[in-house]
């Protein structure tokens, strides 16, 4: 049983990490039970303060149009998408763009 099962995902995330690392990829099964329960949509309409929501595109691991449909139907939410799948945004060149607007938003939002 594989939790990133998309292909090409796999290495999207080994991309992630030092290939140095000794990474044990083992996940206790009871871990399995729990991500068809996992929507971070489904807290968005108990959140007042200002969210920030960054949607890939291309993401098949989360797919965009959750993200895109949810954003429509809040008013706190603000939407940035990106021609990207799950894992681009962590490294460059996205990386920077990415970051750019979470500072944008919370230089915004937060007057820092």
Avoid: C, W
């Amino acid at each position: 049983m594989a939790l990133i099962n998309a292909p090409g995902q796999s290495q999207g995330y080994l991309g992630l990490v030092s290939e140095e690392l000794d990474l044990d990829r083992r996940v206790a099964a009871r871990f399995a039970l729990l991500v068809g329960l996992y929507s971070p949509v489904r807290a968005l309409k108990t959140i007042e303060e200002p969210i920030l929501m960054q949607v890939g595109l291309n993401d098949v691991i989360t797919p965009a149009q959750t993200g895109i449909k949810a954003a429509q139907k809040f008013p706190t939410v603000e939407l940035k998408t990106y021609d990207s799948g799950h894992f681009e945004p962590y490294q460059e060149p996205l990386f920077s763009f990415v970051l750019a607007d979470q500072l944008d938003f919370l230089n915004r939002k937060l007057h820092i």
